[in-house]
């Protein structure tokens, strides 16, 4: 089982980024899929989830209407696509996945926000 995310970097405030997460070794449609951010010194939270279908999704309230989690089946790909980007954006993030007690991380991603 691999999930391999991409896509990170240093952007400035009010910027974009979109991360990806490249899934294999396991049934990638039939997982709900989630991104979370980890910031120094804070505990790891949950940021948008997506179901297998992708016809529901989820965002913390940090950063609804800026953040969107969609996913490509076909390709056994998840998204974030992160626009208008805070410095308390800044984090470490990380691609799950998740279906009853199976549950898989990637390894992360770093996402830097400042001037």
């Known amino acids: 089982v691999q999930l391999v995310e991409s896509g990170g970097g240093l952007v400035q405030p009010g910027g974009s980024l979109r991360l990806s997460c490249a899934a294999s070794?396991?049934?990638?449609?039939?997982?709900?899929m989630s991104w979370y951010r980890q910031a120094p010194g804070k505990e790891r939270e949950l940021v948008a989830r997506?179901?297998?279908?992708?016809?529901?999704?989820n965002y913390a309230e940090s950063v609804k209407g800026r953040f969107t989690i969609s996913r490509d089946n076909g390709k056994n790909t998840v998204y974030l696509q992160m626009n208008s980007l805070k410095a308390e954006d800044t984090a470490v993030y990380y691609c799950?996945?998740?279906?009853?007690?199976?549950?898989?991380w990637g390894q992360g991603t770093q996402v830097t926000v400042s001037s």
């Open positions: 070794g396991f049934t990638f449609s039939q997982f709900f």
């Open positions: 799950d996945a998740a279906l009853g007690r199976y549950h898989y």
């Open positions: 997506i179901d297998s279908a992708g016809s529901s999704t």
